[in-house]
C-alpha cells in the first residue's frame, strides 16, 4: 500500500524531472506559449461553452500574431533607417556634453557593425531552420494549451474520489495539483507584469502623442512586448525611443530620455505596488533569480525565473505548516 505522502513526493519528484527535461531539450519556449495560452484562454472562459472559448481564443492569437508579425517587418525595415539618422546625432550630443564614447566617430561603428553582420549572415540558413522549427512548436504548443483547457485532468476515467488501491489516479491526482500551483505563481507574476507593461505603455504613448514622435507603429509594440520582460525589456524600449528621438532632435532625445527617468523611477513605487503584492519577495532576491534564470534559460528564463521563485515558495508553505504543528 502507498501512502499520501508517497504520492505526493513523487509528484514533486516528477514535477522537478519534467522542467529539467524542458530545459535540457530547449523547450523554453514550448512552455512558455503553453503557459500564455492557457492563461488567455481562462481569460477567455464562457461558463459551460468552452467551444465558444477556444474559437475566441484563436481569433485573438491570429490577431496577436498578425500584429506582432507586421511590428517585426517594421522593425527590421525601419531599424537600419533610425540607426543610420540616429548615431550622427547621438555623437554630436555626447560631444556637447563631454561625453566619451567607445567609439571615435559613427564610421568606425558602422565598420563593427557590418563585420558582426557579415560573421553573422554565415548562420542564416540555421537561424531560417530554427525559426521553423519554432514556428512548429509554437503551433504544437497553441493546441497543447487548448487540449489542455477542454480536458485538464489527466486520469479521465477517475471519479471525484480516488480508491485506495488505485495508485496511477492517485498520482495523476498530486501531479494535477502541482501544475495547478505552478500555473497559478506563472498566472500572479505574468498577469501583474501585464498590468504594469500596460500602464508602462499607455504613458509612453501620451508623451509619443504630444511630442509627435515618428515611428509609432514600431515604439507602441516594442514598448509593451519589452516591457514584459523584467528589467531588460525596459532598457530596450527606452534605447528604441531615445534613438527615434535623436533622429528629430538633441532637444528631443533629453526630453524623452528625462521622461523615461522620470516615469521608470515612478514605476519602481508601482512595481513594488503590484508585484510586490501577487509575490512578496524582496527586490534582491528576484533580481538574483533573474540573473540565474537568464544564465540558465536565456530571454525566456528572465520570464519564467520569478514564476519559478513564486511556485517554490507556494509550494513550501504547506510543508511550514506541518513542520510547525
Known amino acids: 500500500m502507498y501512502t499520501a505522502k508517497q504520492v505526493t513526493n513523487f509528484s514533486y519528484c516528477f ?39 477556444v474559437v475566441l481564443f484563436f481569433l485573438i492569437v491570429i490577431t496577436v500574431f498578425l500584429g506582432f508579425g507586421y511590428s517585426v517587418n517594421r522593425a527590421i525595415s525601419t531599424l537600419p533607417d533610425i540607426a543610420e539618422k540616429a548615431l550622427p546625432k547621438i555623437f554630436e550630443l555626447a560631444e556637447s556634453y563631454n561625453i566619451t564614447l567607445p567609439f571615435s566617430n559613427d564610421d568606425s561603428l558602422k565598420m563593427v557593425s557590418v563585420q558582426i553582420i557579415k560573421a553573422e549572415l554565415s548562420s542564416f540558413t540555421n537561424f531560417a531552420k530554427l525559426a521553423s522549427k519554432e514556428f512548429i512548436y509554437f503551433i504544437i504548443s497553441v493546441f497543447i494549451a487548448v487540449g489542455i483547457f477542454i480536458t485538464p485532468k489527466i486520469d479521465i476515467e477517475a471519479g471525484k474520489t480516488v480508491s485506495s488501491d488505485n495508485l496511477y489516479s492517485a498520482l495523476c491526482f498530486s501531479i494535477e495539483d502541482r501544475f495547478k500551483n505552478f500555473f497559478y505563481s506563472f498566472k500572479q ?3 501583474a507584469q501585464i498590468i504594469i507593461s500596460l500602464i508602462n505603455t499607455t504613458f509612453t504613448g501620451i ?34 525611443i531615445f534613438c527615434v528621438a535623436s533622429t528629430v532632435s538633441a532637444t528631443l532625445a533629453i526630453h524623452s530620455l528625462i521622461f523615461l527617468i522620470i516615469l521608470h523611477k515612478a514605476e519602481y513605487f508601482l512595481n513594488s505596488k503590484i508585484i510586490g503584492g501577487a509575490i512578496k519577495n524582496p527586490m534582491w532576491l528576484t533580481l538574483l533569480a533573474l540573473v540565474i534564470g537568464e544564465r540558465i534559460m536565456g530571454i525566456p528564463g528572465i520570464m519564467l525565473a520569478p514564476v519559478f521563485l513564486n511556485y517554490m515558495k507556494r509550494e513550501m508553505r504547506p510543508f511550514t505548516k506541518s513542520v510547525k504543528s
Request: hydrophobic share 55%; proline share 5%.
Open 15 to 53: 514535477f522537478i524531472g519534467l522542467c529539467l527535461l524542458l530545459i535540457t531539450l530547449n523547450l523554453k519556449t514550448p512552455l512558455l506559449t503553453i503557459l500564455f495560452s492557457l492563461l488567455v484562454l481562462r481569460i477567455c472562459t464562457i461558463q459551460g461553452y468552452k467551444s465558444i472559448s
Open 207 to 240: 508623451f509619443i502623442y504630444i511630442e509627435d514622435l515618428p515611428h509609432v507603429e514600431l515604439l507602441i509594440p516594442a514598448t509593451f512586448f519589452c516591457g514584459l520582460l523584467p528589467v531588460i525589456g525596459n532598457i530596450i524600449s527606452n534605447s528604441i
Open 189 to 191: 507574476v505574468i498577469g
